[in-house]
């Protein structure tokens, strides 16, 4: 009995579809096929690119990196396979491979069914449309979700707090996290300046730093400009009062008198005029309270002597003489030091050297 045998390799241990070899025969019908050309979206601004219907970013830094990722998504969708191999691509993209219309890629495709292996390399051509993404061309736009109303509690914003305001908004916009995040446009407004941002995250997280740092009371509103997909649309306002206090400055509150020092979480530190000691007013109250404020004007007084119960000094400019009580954050102070200190209703207040 004649032997039947693969009509192109001549194998005989193998069974036989039209006349040859599994492995013959795929390699003539190969159980996968290019079904179409890639085509992909890809922006111009971004490695970012967009397969189906929305736009995805990769986290490459050049075009080789962004082309690998790109190819890697999109060749599974192109590629049609019988559904019983199981199947492997490696595109092969060179080092040096520029982003054009249309790329040809060579991609080794391995297929697999038991203990057969078929595997080829076939050109893919992949067209690349360069279009900006949605992110970019809201950038370009100057499309914004937030603003940011920043305004002082006395008049005019400080060039120093707008300094720290600026600070806060680009150590942010540096954090990965908002890298895709920007600040469309700064408007300059009489008492103060509106900062229109990207995002509502990005607009809350700013507004919160400078509360905490810079002790601003915060009010949000909403203004609905539309409904889109059945959500609200409209612009996200963050009115952000800067209390504009500086170090030294008095602040008069109802039941207490204090140096300001700083911020701390929203809290005002400041120190007890009375007592020295400091003393922390929690951010609502400050808020809430009728609060008045003003830089004190300072003299210079030298120690002249110091008893159990009193200091005396001596003005520097007119020489005149005051005794006043010693209290116990004095206790550092020497004969002969000459201090800094202001007249409040008549009482000489203590401000430098710092009281402890
Ligand atoms: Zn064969
Ligand atoms: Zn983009």
């Known amino acids: 009995m004649a032997k039947r045998f693969c009509a192109l390799c001549g194998k005989t241990d193998s069974p036989l579809i039209e006349n040859l070899c599994f492995s013959c025969f795929y390699k003539k019908h190969p159980p996968f096929r290019v079904k179409s050309e890639p085509k992909i979206q890809i922006c111009p601004n971004c490695f970012s690119y967009k397969l189906s219907k929305k736009w995805m970013q990769t986290d490459s830094s050049n075009n080789f ?12 969708l192109f590629i049609k396979h019988s559904p019983e ?25 391995t297929a ?22 949605g992110r970019c061309s809201k950038k370009k ?62 607009a809350k997280i700013i507004a919160e730093s400078v509360k905490e740092y810079m002790g601003a009371n915060l009010y949000e509103s909403f203004k609905l400009l539309g409904m889109k997909d059945g959500k609200k649309k409209g612009t996200t306002s963050i009115s952000v009062r800067l209390p504009s206090f500086s170090i030294g400055e008095i602040i008069q509150l109802p039941d207490k008198t204090l140096i300001f020092e700083k911020f701390e979480k929203g809290n005002l530190i400041g120190k007890d005029l009375e007592t020295g000691k400091q003393l922390t007013i929690q951010h609502k ?23 159990t119960n009193f200091l005396q000094l001596m003005d520097l400019k007119t020489y005149e003489i005051f005794e006043i ?14 201090i800094k200190a202001t007249k409040i209703d008549e009482k000489i207040l203590i401000l430098t050297p710092e009281i402890k």
Do not use: M
């Open 285 to 307: 109250e400050l808020w809430e309270s009728e609060i008045q404020s003003w830089k004190p004007e300072t003299k210079e007084y030298l120690i002249i002597s110091i008893t």
């Open 141 to 202: 736009r100057g499309y914004f979700e937030a603003i940011l109303q920043f305004r002082g509690l006395r008049g005019r914003i400080s060039e120093e707090e707008r300094r720290q305001v600026y600070n806060i908004i680009e150590n942010f916009l540096n954090q990965e996290r908002y890298k895709y995040d920007y600040i469309p446009q700064i408007k300059e407004k009489k008492q103060g300046f509106d900062i229109y941002v990207s995002t509502i995250g990005l």
């Open 65 to 76: 990196e962004f082309l690998e990722q790109v190819i890697e998504q999109a060749l599974p």
């Open 85 to 109: 191999f199981k199947i492997s691509l490696q595109p092969q993209l060179s080092e040096e491979i520029e982003i054009k219309e249309k790329i040809e890629i060579p991609v080794l495709i």
């Open 325 to 338: 009580k010693k209290e116990p954050p004095h206790h550092n102070l020497k004969e002969g030091d000459t």
């Open 112 to 133: 697999e069914k038991n203990d057969i292996v078929i595997s080829e390399t076939v050109p893919v051509n992949i067209n690349l449309e360069s279009s900006p993404c």
